[in-house]
């Protein structure tokens, strides 16, 4: 049986480049996009050629900022992506909005887009400012509104653990935000990867990050909070109203189906180590090299970095991993010892063959998702 199959569209540039942020991504400067469509039209040819005929479930334009994006060019990629691999009927179409691009949201819907998440991060000014932002609350709020006139799945992303941030000001920002009844939330715990102006700030003390008691606290309250809003976490950072409203997208990831990915930077995923193999891809990384080309370099996935993983990702979901699924794919299983011993400190239960990490569990997902993986020989 195939794999589901997603495309993952990297747009590269922001209008500015926030302080904490570690991911692939440019000034954009008046970049000139024309050439980088191209290049990404070319790559996506090109994948279907390697891949032979598959039809997508998903397309996702991330970034970076794919809101700065001309609608005539969102349009165009996905017209292509039907033509060279067709989508399902229902294919989730979702992209990455920045609230000050509130005036393009009818131009990017009338482009083909069903699902917009928008990157509110903060509720105030002052945090906004902190964070680097270029909107304030007033456009988050303003950007909110268009995106529930105009389409049926919005999804509003939140940065907490800030600066200064204290448990009762989240709480505030989140009933608020749980008030509007979007379908959808994402919650992000504030990171400090290396770096990043963030860290290095906070290296000379410029800034204090949350401590872990009161990071841990607002876990649980973003947790709670959601679940008594009808939107219980269905991944770690990912709170749904009902399963239409979950990003099918980011659910190929958690679950290790296949995703191509065209644009510089973007990761692609393929085949079951069992049945033929699972490959990888990377993109280049920067804009010029990714037009200059040849724009993938391939890597073959063995089944024991598959295995860690399908557990990184898997376990951080409500349904928890499946252990038969994933001996199935890998001929790996998680480690007994450390199973047994979170098993014993009530961090994980494990029925029917399912790992699941109990409320206790989820603050130490990615540690425990490390211990459970199986070690290189
Ligand atoms: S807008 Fe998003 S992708 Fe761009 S710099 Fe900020 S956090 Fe990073």
């Known amino acids: 049986m195939t794999s589901p199959l997603g495309l993952y569209i990297h747009w590269p540039y922001c209008a500015r480049i926030c302080p904490y942020c570690d991911f692939n991504v440019y000034r954009a400067r008046g970049a000139e996009s024309a050439p980088l469509v191209a290049a990404m039209l070319a790559d996506l040819k090109a994948w279907r050629e390697r891949l032979g005929p598959r039809r997508l479930v ?3 334009f991330g970034g970076g900022t794919p809101s700065l994006m001309e609608p005539e060019d969102i349009a165009r990629i996905i017209a292509a992506a039907d033509d060279l691999f067709g989508l399902v009927a229902g294919a989730e179409i979702g992209l990455e909005a920045n609230p000050m691009e509130v ?16 990157g509110i991060q903060a509720l105030n000014d002052h945090d906004l400012n902190v964070l680097g932002r270029d909107h304030g609350r007033a456009a988050a709020i303003k950007a909110v509104e268009t995106a529930q006139s105009l389409f049926e799945r919005v999804s509003a992303d939140f940065i907490y ?9 989240w709480q505030g920002e989140w009933q608020e935000a749980l008030s509007w009844g979007l379908g959808h939330y994402s919650c992000y715990q504030l990171t400090y990867e290396p770096g990043t102006a963030f860290t290095k700030k906070a290296e000379r003390g410029a800034i ?12 649980t309250l973003t947790q709670d909070l959601g679940a ?3 939107l219980a976490a269905y991944e770690i950072s990912n709170h749904a109203r009902g399963d239409d409203q979950r990003s099918r997208h980011n659910q190929l990831y958690w679950t290790g189906a296949d995703w191509i990915g065209i644009g510089p ?5 393929w085949g079951r180590p069992l049945y033929g193999g699972r490959q990888g891809a990377s993109a280049v990384l920067t804009p ?3 037009i200059k080309g040849p724009s993938q370099t391939f890597e073959a996935v063995t089944a024991l970095e598959d295995a860690q993983e399908r557990i990184l990702m898997g376990l951080r979901l409500k349904e928890g991993l499946n252990r038969a699924s994933l001996r199935a794919a890998t001929g790996h299983d998680v480690d007994p010892e450390a199973l047994a011993r979170f098993i014993a400190q009530k961090l994980l239960i ?10 206790q569990g989820r603050l130490y997902a990615d540690r425990l998702a490390m211990e459970l993986a199986p070690a290189g020989d």
């Open 228 to 230: 008594a809003h009808g």
């Open 58 to 60: 998903s397309l996702h």
């Open 161 to 169: 653990a800030r600066p200064g941030q204290s448990l009762r000001d």
């Open 350 to 359: 494990d029925q029917d063959e399912t790992v699941r990490l109990t409320p």
């Open 208 to 219: 204090v990050p949350a401590d872990d008691d009161l990071t841990a606290d607002m876990f």
């Open 288 to 290: 010029g090299g990714y």
């Open 103 to 118: 005036a393009r949201f009818a131009g990017i819907k009338a482009a083909g887009v069903e699902r917009l998440s928008i």
């Open 265 to 269: 930077g973007a990761h692609s995923r």
